[in-house]
Structure formats: structure tokens, C-alpha cells
């Protein structure tokens, strides 16, 4: 079977038509070559240092080779365990808000009538998107603040809901932590995720909303028989891709956690971070690899799962389901 293939593939590059077209295509392949090269160094050559997670390595000696000891001890410290399942708990709860938000952004925006206020609204939603998480972090503990910078904490006193002196620290709280990290980061990132809806809700053929109103269909009833299964594969799509980076959950909790929430702040990724260069010892290389490499494969397994389902449940979704 081998020397058939390795056959084939010599009488392919000796076909004139294969060669004719690789002739035709040179510069778009010349082209691509600068983007291969790039992916090759920065993607596919590093994941070499995947064999570290087999061995013991402090940077200080040659690393020693110790098989899965690295996996089993990571799954015996809580330290570890607390962050994996908030890591699952945080992402999985933001991507699922984020989502609906711009979802839900994206049919209000979709309803307006008005051309000039609709894209008015649109760049007022978006504009969060731009700003870096290190500056919606100060902004946030400014506003959050304690103190009586605290927009949030004067007004909670002003309605008479808190005692002046009893101020709440919303970033320094085990059980509003989380809380305060879902809403800003609604803040930031839904307004940016209504641009694909949009972008779906304008290819609707309107002549469904025709045949809806025909029928006597409302404004909300079209919205779910004809909008919504429209964009249940897009949501889908959505939903699979950002669930890739489920497990790469970094910069927006690094930057507004501290110690006092840490049992619930702690992700993987900051759980690596802190384990190599503030553990107070000198960092095992090989473990917080080790740690890498589970966080991946649990994010490609999550993929995959999400993928199984959605094509199961791809035929559900189809223009008319409400109707019926």
C-alpha cells in the first residue's frame, strides 16, 4: 500500500496538468510560504518542550528523566485541583454570558429602526473591546473601590442600602469576586461579539419575515421561529470556537485578583505563573509543564465533546421549529 501511494504521488508530480497548476499558483504559494515558516517556528517547534512535562527540570542541572510523576503529583496537590475546577467554573460561566449577552445585544440592535442611532450604539457597545484589561482592571477597582472613590459603594450609601464606614471591597470578596469579574467582563468583550450575529442577522432572507407575518406571526414570534434558528449555528460555531480557549483564562483574572480571593481567583494559567515565579523555591520546570500540557489536552477534549454535540443536535434548529 505504501509503494502504491508513494507511486501516485511521483506520477502526480510528473502529471503536466498538476505541474501546470502549481506553475499558475507559484506566487500565491509564494505568498503563503512567510505565514508556514512563522507557524512552523512559533507553533510546531516549541511543542518539543512537551517532553519536559516527563521530567524532573529546575534549570539548574540536566533534566532527569521520572515518566508520569509530574502528572501524579499534580493531581494529588489541592492547590492544583482548586484552580482546574475554577478554571472549568469561570470560563464556562463566561463564555456562556458572553454569548447570550451578544446574542441579545445583537436582536435589540438588529430591531432598531433608526440607521443613525443603531450605529451609534453599535460603537458605544464596542468601544470597551479596545481598551486593555490592565486599564478596565484600575478602572474597575476605582469604581469598585472601598474608599470614597468607590462609585458604586457612594451610591450604595446615597440609597441608603449600606452605613457610611460598612463599605463593601466587591474585588476583596470570596462570594462577590466572581460576581464583579462576570459583569465587567460582559462590559468588555459582548458588544465586540455582536459584530458575527449582526453579521448573520443581515443575511436573513426578509422574505421569511414575510411569510411569518403572513401567517400572523408577531414581532416576538418571528424573532424565535425565523431569527433565532438562523442563528443557532452561528451560535453553535461561536460557542466551539471560544471554547478552544476555555482553558487559556489569563490576563482577565490575573489582573483583578489578589490574595484574599485567591481560592476563587486561582485559574490554571495563574496557577502556573505563580508556581514558577512566585513559589519561593526554584521552579520545576517540568511540573508546571506538566500542568501546560494537561490544560491543553482537557480544552481539545472539551472541543471535540462540544463538536459531537452540536452535530448531534444540528437537526433541531430549522426555520419553522417554533411554528410547528
Not at 518539543?48 to 532527569?64: C, D, H, M, Q
Not at 450575529?197 to 421569511?208: G, K, N, R, V
Amino acid at each position: 500500500m505504501k509503494k502504491t501511494n508513494s507511486g501516485l504521488k511521483r506520477n502526480r508530480l510528473h502529471d503536466p496538468v498538476f505541474r501546470a497548476q502549481l506553475y499558475k499558483y507559484r506566487y500565491f504559494y509564494l505568498m503563503f510560504l512567510p505565514v508556514l515558516v512563522f507557524a512552523l517556528i512559533f507553533f510546531y517547534v516549541p511543542m518539543v518542550g512537551v517532553l519536559y512535562s516527563f521530567t524532573n527540570y529546575k534549570g539548574i542541572r540536566a533534566p532527569e528523566f521520572i515518566g508520569l510523576d509530574n502528572f501524579r503529583k499534580m493531581l494529588q496537590l489541592p492547590s492544583f485541583i482548586v484552580a482546574f475546577w475554577n478554571t472549568l467554573q469561570i470560563s464556562v460561566v463566561k463564555l456562556v454570558l458572553n454569548t447570550g449577552i451578544a446574542v441579545i445585544l445583537s436582536l435589540l440592535l438588529n430591531e432598531m429602526g433608526s440607521l443613525r442611532y443603531k450605529k451609534i450604539s453599535q460603537t458605544i457597545i464596542y468601544l470597551p473591546h479596545f481598551l486593555s484589561w490592565v486599564v478596565t482592571a484600575s478602572v474597575f477597582s476605582l469604581i469598585l473601590s472601598p474608599s470614597t472613590q468607590g462609585l458604586v459603594n457612594q451610591v450604595l450609601i446615597h440609597f441608603g442600602f449600606i452605613e457610611k464606614g460598612s463599605e463593601i471591597y466587591f474585588l476583596g470578596s470570596q462570594s462577590l469576586w466572581r460576581g464583579s469579574y462576570y459583569i465587567i467582563n460582559v462590559w468588555k468583550d459582548s458588544g465586540w461579539g455582536t459584530i458575527i450575529f449582526l453579521a448573520t442577522l443581515s443575511s436573513i432572507d426578509p422574505s421569511l419575515y414575510e411569510a411569518a407575518a403572513i401567517d400572523g406571526a408577531g414581532r416576538l414570534r418571528r424573532m424565535m421561529a425565523v431569527t433565532m434558528p438562523a442563528l443557532a449555528n452561528t451560535i453553535i460555531t461561536v460557542l466551539i470556537l471560544n471554547l478552544a480557549k476555555i482553558m487559556n483564562l489569563f490576563e482577565s483574572v490575573f489582573v483583578l485578583q489578589n490574595d484574599a480571593v485567591m481560592d476563587k481567583a486561582n485559574v490554571l494559567q495563574t496557577y502556573i505563573y505563580h508556581q514558577t515565579f512566585n513559589s519561593g523555591a526554584i521552579p520545576n520546570y517540568g511540573y508546571t509543564t506538566a500542568v501546560g500540557l494537561f490544560k491543553s489536552l482537557v480544552g481539545c477534549v472539551l472541543v471535540l465533546l462540544c463538536n459531537h454535540i452540536s452535530k448531534k443536535g444540528h437537526s433541531s434548529f430549522s426555520v419553522g421549529t417554533f411554528l410547528s
